[in-house]
């Protein structure tokens, strides 16, 4: 996972340590001690605007540029994130699935390179479940890079390779990028993708049962205090992010600034298994239609064998329907490092 380190600038190859070496490591403690202070003050219960959350890792510091120079490459993501859906008291009713219990999320990612122009990703989730943190293949992904005129051309495609029992698959994200050199120390990054979802979940909520008549007779099984309600969500997400990066060294380390936009329409469909049941309850189904605009700000550290980058996002607005206890979208906090 050698290479070497590239002037953004030129294009050239840059082997000299960077100038202010203090000043930076002094900016990255500065920033770190923000982000700990904000994670410390975060809501317990930070939720995202979909219905149904998975790990998501595009359009949040994504570009066109390959950002690795030999044949791999290898980042972890650790992040205090969104986890899920607020659960409301009454679940027999309610069209929203209940809220993870943990909201730190560890996520892979393996790229490599196929061909000058193209490469393979692996996204793999370490999901939280009742019997504990599982590891999950959640994203393939092919990656078409173009140069013209020192701009960056980039078309990805990505897919979810799980298996719902239905045709095709259950996620499937295309995006357009392109990365610009602005002045020779400002680059702007550009996204904009088109999703179809067809997901769905299973989770144990918990039910009130009504106390016991004292002349009932006795019965030897107690009714059940919990269900398992399923969901699945069926609909578009549209997804755009532009960006602006400020670089401070010749190896391309940068502040960076950027504004997300995610939206999505969704049919919800929902159900109650009962234990005790011989035949499911009625399906309900729902419209949800809902977006978030996210602003994302942080540092990324450039060196030839690594890149290090802590990031904070933050939720300007959010649409979500009238109706209903819908959740509502909080800050959240992360590190990324990539070995290349």
């Given at each position: 996972m050698r290479g070497l380190s590239f002037d953004h600038v030129s294009g050239t190859e840059s082997s000299d340590r960077p100038a202010g070496r203090n000043s930076n490591i002094r900016a990255v403690r500065l920033f770190m001690l923000c982000l700990v202070a904000v994670t410390m003050f975060a809501v317990s219960n930070s939720l995202a605007q979909r219905p149904i959350r998975t790990f998501d890792p595009?359009?949040?510091?994504?570009?066109?540029?390959?950002?690795?120079?030999?044949?791999?490459?290898?980042?972890?993501?650790?992040?205090?994130?969104?986890?899920?859906?607020?659960?409301?008291?009454?679940?027999?009713?309610?069209?929203?699935?209940?809220?993870?219990?943990?909201?730190?999320?560890?996520?892979?990612?393996?790229?490599?390179?196929?061909?000058?122009?193209?490469?393979?990703?692996?996204?793999?989730?370490?999901?939280?479940?009742?019997?504990?943190?599982?590891?999950?293949?959640?994203?393939?992904?092919?990656?078409?890079?173009?140069?013209?005129?020192?701009?960056?051309?980039?078309?990805?495609?990505?897919?979810d390779p799980s298996s719902n029992g239905r045709s095709g698959f259950p996620q499937t994200d295309l995006a357009f990028l392109y990365t610009s050199l602005v002045t020779p120390s400002l680059s702007s990054d550009f996204a904009i993708g088109i999703r179809r979802v067809q997901i769905g979940i299973q989770q144990i909520v918990s039910i009130d049962v009504p106390p016991a008549d004292p002349g009932a007779p006795v019965i030897s099984r107690p009714p059940p205090d919990r269900d398992i309600l399923r969901s699945r969500a069926l609909g578009w997400e549209v997804h755009m992010m532009t960006g602006y990066n400020f670089l401070f060294d010749p190896a391309g380390s940068n502040l960076f600034v950027s504004f997300i936009g995610e939206g999505g329409r969704y049919n919800l469909v929902e159900w109650l298994v009962n234990a005790n049941a011989v035949e499911p309850s009625e399906r309900t189904t729902s419209e949800y239609r809902g977006g978030v605009i996210w602003v994302r700000s942080g540092l990324q550290f450039e060196r030839p064998g690594f890149r290090f980058s802590p990031f904070l996002s933050l939720p300007l607005k959010q649409w979500a329907p009238s109706d209903g206890d819908w959740p509502r979208a909080r800050p959240h906090v992360g590190l990324r490092l990539m070995l290349r």
């Open positions: 595009f359009y949040h510091g994504e570009a066109a540029r390959r950002a690795f120079y030999d044949t791999y490459a290898v980042t972890a993501e650790l992040s205090y994130r969104p986890s899920g859906l607020v659960q409301p008291n009454d679940v027999t009713s309610s069209s929203v699935p209940f809220t993870s219990t943990d909201p730190f999320g560890l996520n892979l990612r393996f790229d490599y390179h196929l061909a000058s122009h193209l490469d393979l990703g692996f996204f793999i989730d370490a999901v939280s479940t009742t019997a504990g943190r599982t590891l999950s293949i959640s994203w393939v992904t092919m990656k078409y890079y173009r140069t013209q005129e020192m701009v960056d051309y980039a078309i990805r495609l990505a897919v």
